[in-house]
């Protein structure tokens, strides 16, 4: 079993930054695929990025150029830089560990971006 803790959401306004951290409970980052998705309200969860156990990195269209993907196997830690945040970005963000037929989600961490 594997838990996945997200944090760093919060309130922004547009064109503004946050960095989000997903923290895993054992070292899994280099067997296993890590992505984040988003769930916007009315909407459904969508992969934003992720990024293999091989290092290749993969981004939705809506925001390439504007969010890095990254890891840490020593901490055990992925990474989701936003940057140009834009209104329609707000949703809750999710933190994902996928293998073959294994598949664990964290619990989610809100972004908001408002003026």
């Known amino acids: 079993q594997v838990q996945l803790r997200e944090s760093g959401g919060g309130l922004v306004q547009p064109g503004g930054s946050l960095r989000l951290s997903c923290a895993a409970s054992r070292s899994i980052l280099s067997i296993y695929t890590m992505g984040w998705y988003r769930q916007g309200s009315g909407k459904q969860r969508e992969l934003v990025a992720d990024?293999?156990?091989?290092?290749?990195?993969n981004y939705a269209d809506s925001v390439k150029g504007r969010f890095t993907i990254s890891r840490d196997n020593a901490k055990n830690t992925v990474y989701l830089q936003m940057n140009s945040l834009k209104p329609e970005d707000t949703a809750v963000y999710y933190c994902?560990?996928?293998?073959?037929?294994?598949?664990?989600w964290g619990q989610g961490t809100q972004v908001t971006v408002s003026s």
């Open positions: 994902n560990a996928n293998r073959a037929t294994m598949a664990y």
């Open positions: 990024i293999t156990s091989g290092g290749n990195t």
